[in-house]
């Protein structure tokens, strides 16, 4: 953090001159890439809504945590959001409903566990509002540096399982027959989902977390003529829509993960027009 804080102030940047603000610029450079890799496969994959589940499930694991007092709650969400979606790829893979049924099944009942255990005891909802809403400002090294980890992660993961899992969710048929294990590479997305959305929560916020995870892919989408373009147009898009985001806090005093879903909606729209016009 020594060498991070020493090169944001030989910037010439008024907003780098406070620590929280370099901590703060530091985690939405680890997150951008993570947001913009697993949205590629997201967007591709039908996945949307069950990353907003997981969400969900995020919050009911804190909830669960500061009920019996575990000091650092986010590692009981990590826990309860990676038994979520390992549960939900078992029942997936023996059930004919939709994924959509299934996932709304889940997130129901994530929520409604939330809220129960949340307000258990006639306790107060209002300590969980930092969880709904977001504070990047906030995030501490420690945090920062199990994003840095998370992101090596996910990395060594992409590397070696981005063609499968793209197979897999445009043909699961065909990936089978060419010995890819489907049911595995669509557990591990899961499970890396789940543990970037539980790193996330706390920082961006709940109720546009799974915004940040699905622009960024559905934008690149709009240009992306191949899937390495799809891919770093993603990434770009989310690293850009941070950045600005958190310029847009600092000026304005408002939510960075609200600025940052907002600018990913209009490079969306940007990036629309200009596919349809090249149409």
């Known amino acids: 953090m020594t060498i991070w804080y020493a090169l944001c102030e030989a910037l ?29 496969m997201i967007v591709t994959g039908h996945m949307s809504f069950f990353s907003d589940a997981l969400g969900h499930s995020a919050f009911t694991g804190i909830a669960i945590g500061s009920l019996f007092g575990i ?42 566990l939330g809220i129960l255990v949340a307000t258990m005891g006639g306790g107060s909802f209002t300590k969980y509002n930092k ?25 060594v993961f992409w590397c070696l399982y981005a063609n499968r899992l793209t197979l897999t969710a445009v043909h699961p048929q065909l990936a089978s027959s060419r010995g890819i294990p489907v049911n595995l590479s669509q557990t591990l997305f899961t499970v890396a989902i789940a543990v970037v959305v539980t790193l996330s929560i706390s920082s961006m916020g709940l109720l546009i977390l799974n915004s940040l995870l699905v622009l960024p892919g559905a934008a690149s989408r709009n240009l ?6 799809y891919h770093l147009f993603s990434v770009l898009f989310a690293l850009v829509s941070g950045i600005l985001g958190l310029a847009v806090s600092y000026c304005f005093g408002c939510s960075a993960g609200a600025a940052i879903s907002l600018i990913l909606t209009a490079l969306f729209a940007l990036t629309y027009f200009f596919r349809g016009r090249s149409a």
């Open 12 to 40: 010439p940047i008024e907003m780098l001159q406070w620590d929280f603000m370099k901590n703060a610029l530091l985690a939405l450079l680890l997150m951008a890439p993570l947001f913009g890799i697993l949205s590629t």
């Open 71 to 112: 000091a650092a709650p986010t590692w009981a969400a990590v826990l309860f959001s990676v038994v979520f979606a390992l549960l939900f790829s078992y029942i997936r893979r023996g059930s004919n409903h939709a994924s959509d049924t299934l996932i709304g099944v889940f997130s129901s009942a994530a929520v409604a």
């Open 131 to 155: 969880y709904l809403i977001g504070d990047v400002l906030s995030i501490t090294p420690s945090e920062i540096g199990l994003l840095a980890l998370t992101l090596a992660a996910v990395l």
């Open 224 to 229: 992306a003529r191949n899937q390495k373009q």
